[in-house]
Each structure stands twice: as structure tokens, then as C-alpha cells.
């Protein structure tokens, strides 16, 4: 029997209340908020009014060219080479109050590269805020396979009837408890540049012919050394989620497997992994949306740097929006976040969706 | 060929022992049943046969070969489950063609394979659907389908019926007595359904608390059961049994009488009567007729409930010692409940077991 407070509609709404208020207070509220405020020009504090600008952030923010330049040359037609290499004009001759490039004004050199004689830049508005997005994609495209295969490894490793094999699942969970703050400090000492665990580790094995690397102060390893940490830390936890996929599999079908022959891998081919289906969907997305909210590592470990080598969207929306004040910059950057989130999300369950 | 050898065959888990000694020979192309009380072991003697459980002592022969320590795909054995145990994910072809797949045949054998398994199960039209878009019925062919696809000398069944409702389980069980005769192999059944065992067994082996009761055929153990659990565990209704005393003995037959019962001589089948010891007297509801009241009745009682099949009529009778007894008629008789009742029988289909 129901009791009265369990058929009561105005009680239900009464107890989902208070957190119903929380969630929209602080992520239905500020979702609208972020979108109306990435069109102004609102600053975090500012006795100046608020303005409408239209898309001015959106454009500060994913403003980009392509400017092809030919080499320099002399009078008589003829390219000049200094030390051996053909000269180019400079870029600032463009972007800096050129009337005949408007559009380039204000921007800088991202990458650029040599074709033939001419040379191509890439030019952009917000070069560090494309370096977050160029090194969120390195992430979440790393991350996503190795981060869910790992844990589908240890999933399948520790599935098994053995003894003690609880120590071993609790000690795969442990990371998964303790706060990332935490874990981004203790890994701090571990990448340490000159005694840290890792390089005494590697020291030791190698007879001390692998160097000492400052992985967290070189720009070519610290986006490296975040991503391990990264998998490392939440293995764990997609780990467990793979187990109860794995554990939703009727044993008799192993069994009927075994009768009729097959090896471990076709038993894994034929019976587990389509079993797993609907997990592995869930595991992907999770990560994913995960990896694309990467900041507490890098907020920790190394602010962004070094020269913006693990700059990542979120990190940029904060920095942008609490750091430097630039409230409607920040909001712009969330948006275009969610923007690709949810791109991503479609794309992922339109490729997963079941087939008939 | 396929003749199956259980030799002292023991399974322990732990302290608990599940198979205490078994001794059976199957032989090449016969069909088994074992037949017992739930959690009497059926299960697990199949599931040791078939490579899925270890063999705790004993040995296991199959064509000649000990196999004891083979993993189950060498056994050369195919298993249709309780719970049909088809994948999900495939379609019935592909449910049909998983061991040729394993085996790594190609599309056409699989094909031509597959064709004829669906033909002698008569599911050709069934081939292209999903598991979930089948009844039970279908899904335990889609499970036999992938047994028989690969040609296998040893069929293990386990309780393949016991998911079916009753019609359907009536046609299958004719389907699998059919396809035993088709396709000639070992087949070895498990169930707990009686009719099951003795509709289709050649050989139905009973057994209880881990330990085989009596092996033989189906009519052999009917007639001649080797204790009261076979007597009693075979036969539907079950067989009635008589607490009686004997009040002389010659030889194989005793004269036995108890406060219902007219002194009676009837055959002793098991253990040895002794003048004034206690024995059960066995007899089976269909050997029980009424008799008129001028004629002297051999049981005396009184009806407390009946039930018509159609086919029979069963009635339970209060005996005058307050036993019950089930009585099942031929005749379309109508009794008033609370009737006393004679009933008649014929001695030499009793079975007294003194011991
Ligand atoms: N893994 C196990 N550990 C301990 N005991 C077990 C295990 N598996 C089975 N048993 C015991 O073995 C006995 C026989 O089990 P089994 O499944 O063979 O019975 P069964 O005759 O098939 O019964 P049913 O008709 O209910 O299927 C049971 O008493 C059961 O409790
Ligand atoms: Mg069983």
C-alpha cells in the first residue's frame, strides 16, 4: 500500500523541490544567461552600461584568414635570399593598419607553411583560444579510446572468479574517490623536473641514460603528461561501468559458446562485445563530455602553460570570464562549447544507433 | 562411435556432494533420459558430460575416449539449454550458423547447412528474424537448430521443455523423439517431467540425492521398480502405498493385511517378508477398480473427492485406517462424495516392499 505522502502529487513536487530550485539556479538559469550575455559586451564589474554587439564575440573569438604572400623580391625580379631561405614581407605589414586588408586587422600568425614559392599563413583573431580548441580535440581524441579501451581491459581482467579480485577492484576505484584537485597535486611532485617520481622511475631503469624532462614545464610533454594523468585518474570509474555491462551477460551464453568451440577472442567477438553495446555508447559519451570539461588539471598542474601548450576551452572560459573580467568573452566560449558538445553528442548516437 | 561411459563418477563442490558414484553406459545412438527430484543432480551430471563442470573423481567416456579433462569442444557434444541460450544480437541464420562460423566454414556451407537444419525443424521463414521477435517455442528450434547444424555425435539436453506451455510442450517433445529417430546420435535428456522420461527415453536413468536409483527402460522400470522412490516417482497419478503387516510368508509371496485391507497374497518384488513385519504394499491408481458390495471388497473406504479427466475419472478414497488412496477409473463413474466405497484389485500387479 502507497502511503498517503507517496500518492500525493503536491508532496512529490514538494520534496523535488528544493533540489529543483538548486539545478535551476545554478545550470538552468545560467545556461540562458550564458547565451543572452555572449551577445553583449558585459563585463564582470563595469560602471560602464551594457551594450548589444551582436556577434562581435563570437567573431573576436573564431576570426580567421588565409593570407598568401609571394616572397620578396628585388628590382630586378629576382627573389631575395637572406642566409640561403627567400625573404617574406612581414605580417604586421598587413594587420596593422593596412586600408588594403581590413579584414586582417588586429590578427595574428597561428601556423603557416611553404607552398612552392609563396608562403600561407594562417591567420586568426584569438590565437590562444585556438590553441584551446586545437589541444581540448588533441584530448578528448586521445582520451575517449584509450581512457574507455583501458578501462574495458580491466574490466574484462578483473570480471573473473578469483580470490581477493575485490583488493583489485577497489585499488582500479580508489583515484576515481579521491577529488582531482588532489590527485593534480600529488601528480605535480610525481612529473617533477628534477626529483620527481617519474624521473627517478626512469632514471632507475634506464641506468640513468633517460634525462631528467621537466614534463610539466616543456610545451612538447605537458599536454602529454596531463593526458596520462587524465586516463589514469578516471579509468576506474569506466572501468566499473563496464562490469556491470559485463555482468548483464547471461553466463550461459559463455556457455553455449564453450560447447560450440569458441576461442577467447571469438567468444569476445560473437558474445561479449555485442553484449556490451549499450555500454559502450554510454561509456563514449561520458567520456567525451568529460574530456571537453577538462579544466581542474590544468588549473592545478599548469595554468595554461607553458606557452599555452595545454590551454583548453573550459580553462580559456574561465580565464577569459573571471581572470580577465571578460564576462560576455567567457560566455561566448561556453556556448561555443556546448555548441560542440552537442554536435558531438548527435554525431556519436547517430553512428551507434541500432541498426535494423 | 558416440557410447557414452560414466564410471564412478563423483562431483564435490567444497564439502557439498552432489554426485556420489555414478555408473551408467549409454549406449551409441540411444536415447537417455535421467529423471529425478529437483536438485537431485540431473543437471550437473549433464553439465560434467558436456565439459562445463569438472569431473571430481571417476571417469568419463565418450566414444572410446576419456574425456575427463577435454574442454567441452572436443568432446564432440552439442547442448540445447533451459533457457535456450540464443544470442541476442544475431539473427536465427546467424543463431543457426555460430559453430560453422567458430569452425570458420565458409558462407555457402554455412548456408547449405543451415537450409537443411531449418528445413528439418520446418523454420525456414523464421530465418531472417531477431531472437526478440520469437515465441519460446521457436527459440528452443533456433537452440536445437544451432545443435544439430554441426552434425555432433552426442546431443545433451537440459530441461529443453520445461519454458513451453503445455501443448507446445507436447509437440516438441514429439519433434525431438522424431528428430532422434532422423538423426540417430546419442541423445541424453534431462527433466524432471516423467511423462517427458517415459514418452521419449529408450534408457530413462533415476536419480536421487546424487546417486542413481535404477537404470533400465521405460516399461522395465514401470513394472519393476527397484525401490519405493522409483516406484513412487514413475507412473501419474503416482503409485499409492500401504502400510501393511504380513501374516505369513512363502517364499516370494506373502500374505499382507492392514485395518482397511482383506489378507491379501500378493508377490514380494524387494527385500525378504518375514511373518508379523511391517512392509508397504504398492499399488498403482490404475489397478484399482470398484467392486460391488455383494462381492467381498479387498479396500474399504470412503470418497472424499473426485475429478474427471475425461479420459479418467481419479478419485481420492479416505481408507477405514484414515490413509488416502487414489484410485483412477476407466469408467465414466460417478461417485457422491462421502460414499463409502470397495475397491478391487489384482494382486499380482502390486509390489510389496519389505526390508
Ligand atoms: N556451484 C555450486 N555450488 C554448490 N552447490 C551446487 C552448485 N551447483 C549446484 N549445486 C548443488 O548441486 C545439487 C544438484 O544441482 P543440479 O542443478 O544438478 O540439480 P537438478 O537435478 O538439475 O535440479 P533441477 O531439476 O532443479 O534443475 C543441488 O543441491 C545444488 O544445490
Ligand atoms: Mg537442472
Known sequence: MASKFQRSNRTGWLMAGPAGLLIAGFVILPFFFAFALSFTNQRLISPNPTEFTGLANYRQLLGMAVLTVDPVVDAAGAVVLKDGVPEYPAIRSFTRNNPDYPHLQGMREWTSFTWGDSRTYILARDVVFLTAIVNTFIFVIVVAPVQAGLALGLALLINQRLRGINLFRAIYFMPVVVSIVVVSLLWRFIYDGNSGLLNNLLGAISFGAIPQIDWLGNPSTALGAIIAMSIWQAVGFHMVIWLSGLQTISPTLYEAGAIEGASKWQTFRYITWPGLRNTAVLVLIVITMQAFALFAQIDVMTSGGPLDSTQTIVFQAIERGYGKQDISGGSAISVILFVIVLTISLIQRWLTRERT | ?355
Open chain 2, 1 to 355: 562411435m558416440a557410447a557414452i561411459t560414466l564410471t564412478g563418477l563423483k562431483k564435490s563442490y567444497g564439502n557439498a556432494h552432489v554426485i556420489k558414484g555414478v555408473d551408467i553406459a549409454i549406449e551409441d545412438g540411444e536415447f537417455c533420459v535421467f529423471v529425478g527430484p529437483s536438485g537431485c543432480g540431473k543437471s550437473t551430471l549433464l553439465r560434467m558430460i558436456a565439459g562445463l563442470e569438472d569431473i571430481t573423481d571417476g571417469t568419463l567416456d565418450i566414444g572410446g575416449r576419456v574425456v575427463n579433462d577435454l574442454p567441452p569442444k572436443d568432446r564432440g557434444v552439442a547442448m540445447v539449454f533451459q533457457s535456450y541460450a540464443i544470442f541476442p544480437h544475431m539473427t536465427v541464420r546467424e543463431n543457426v550458423a555460430f559453430g560453422l562460423t567458430i569452425a570458420g566454414d565458409d558462407k555457402a556451407t554455412k548456408d547449405a547447412k543451415v537450409a537443411e537444419a531449418a528445413r528439418i525443424l520446418q523454420m525456414e521463414h523464421l530465418l531472417d528474424r531477431r531472437p526478440s521477435q520469437l515465441s519460446g517455442g521457436q527459440r528452443q528450434r533456433v537452440a536445437i537448430g544451432r545443435a544439430i547444424v554441426r552434425k555432433p555425435q552426442v546431443f545433451l539436453f537440459d530441461e529443453p521443455l520445461s519454458n513451453l506451455d503445455a501443448a507446445l510442450r507436447m509437440d516438441m517433445r514429439m519433434e525431438i523423439g522424431k528428430l532422434h529417430k532422423a538423426l540417430g546420435a546419442t541423445m541424453v535428456y534431462v527433466t524432471h517431467d516423467q511423462v517427458e522420461a517415459m514418452t521419449l527415453a529408450d534408457k530413462i536413468v533415476v536419480l536421487k540425492d546424487g546417486l542413481v536409483q535404477q537404470i533400465g527402460s521405460p516399461m522395465d522400470l514401470y513394472h519393476n521398480p527397484a525401490n519405493e522412490f522409483v516406484a513412487g516417482f514413475l507412473g501419474a497419478p503416482s503409485m499409492n502405498f500401504l502400510e501393511v503387516e504380513v501374516v505369513s510368508a512363502n517364499g516370494d509371496k506373502a500374505v499382507v493385511r492392514n485395518a482397511a485391507l482383506d489378507p491379501v497374497e500378493v508377490p514380494v518384488r524387494v527385500g525378504s517378508a518375514q511373518p508379523g513385519q511391517r512392509a508397504r504394499l504398492g499399488i498403482r491408481p490404475q489397478y484399482l477398480a470398484p467392486t460391488p458390495d455383494t462381492e467381498p471388497g479387498q479396500l474399504h473406504g470412503t470418497v472424499m473427492l473426485t475429478e474427471r479427466l475425461g479420459s479418467e475419472t481419479v478419485v481420492e478414497v479416505q481408507l477405514r485406517d484414515k490413509t488416502p488412496l487414489i484410485a483412477a477409473l476407466t469408467r465414466d463413474a460417478v461417485f457422491a462424495l462421502g460414499t463409502p466405497v470397495n475397491l478391487g484389485f489384482d494382486p499380482a500387479m502390486t509390489h510389496l516392499f519389505a526390508d
